[in-house]
């Protein structure tokens, strides 16, 4: 049988819910992974912390536990190409074996008109503005997604790369050559379960910080959509 899902923007993530039961079965993921983007921000704003994905993870290992964890670094080819859709979907497939709904969820963000993603412009080099002929800024481009299995279980991939390209609309599609990534591209899976009892003690502080950030953060993309399961 089909299993049919919601899809959600939360934050700079897409989020992936079946849609059997109530969508209200899935505000704690929804309100958890939104404030942890939230707090992961600010420390970034703030320069208090150089990785996002750290401060992001800090604050759901508060609530969530993780039965696996990986992360992949890896260089462009020299002289290839690629897109991000294809960066995670290799990685995906070497670390975590069958995860049919992420995987669906991922290219269904590919073909999304305007991506869902996150993108910072990094201050220059001091030797940078002495430059002849200044080059365009580097930006740093993050993209989360996050399948849900059920209220209390999730799987989620998350990319960043920095680059000097003008970016697409949606950068989940966006080619690039090895010339225009800088550094490394890094990919970060994880699978975990929430514990309840936990997330009980902090439901209510939660939903307090959020406050009507929630709903300036949330938003439809799609309803009964097939993820390959």
Not at 128 to 147: K, S
Not at 152 to 177: C, D, G, M, V
Request: hydrophobic residues 45%; negative net charge; glycine residues 6%.
């Amino acid at each position: 049988m089909t299993r049919l899902y919601q899809l959600l923007a939360v934050g700079h993530a897409v989020l992936a819910l079946p849609e059997s039961g109530h969508s209200s079965d899935y505000d704690d993921l929804v309100q958890s992974s939104l404030l942890a983007q939230l707090v992961a921000n600010k420390k970034i704003e703030d320069a208090k912390v150089e990785s996002w994905y750290d401060a992001y993870i800090a604050v759901l290992d508060d609530f969530w536990v993780r039965s696996l964890k990986s992360r992949e670094d890896f260089s462009v080819a020299q002289a290839g190409t690629g897109s991000a859709l294809e960066w995670a979907t290799t990685v995906l497939a070497n670390n975590a074996g069958n995860d049919p709904a992420l995987g669906g969820l991922m290219a269904y963000a590919a073909r999304i008109t305007d991506g869902v993603s996150a993108v910072q412009t990094l201050p220059e080099a001091p030797g940078e503005a002495l430059m002849q002929t200044p080059r365009p800024a580097l930006q740093v481009v993050r993209l989360l997604t996050i399948a849900a299995q059920s209220p209390t279980s999730i799987s989620s991939l998350y990319l960043e790369f920095k680059t000097r390209q003008t970016l697409a609309a949606n950068p989940w599609s966006q080619r690039f050559a090895s010339a225009e990534v800088e550094g490394p591209v890094c990919v970060r899976y994880a699978r975990a379960t929430l514990s309840q009892t936990l997330y009980a003690l902090s439901r209510q502080a939660v939903a307090r910080k959020l406050g009507d950030r929630l709903a300036q953060n949330v938003a439809p993309l799609a309803e009964a959509i097939e993820l390959g399961v």
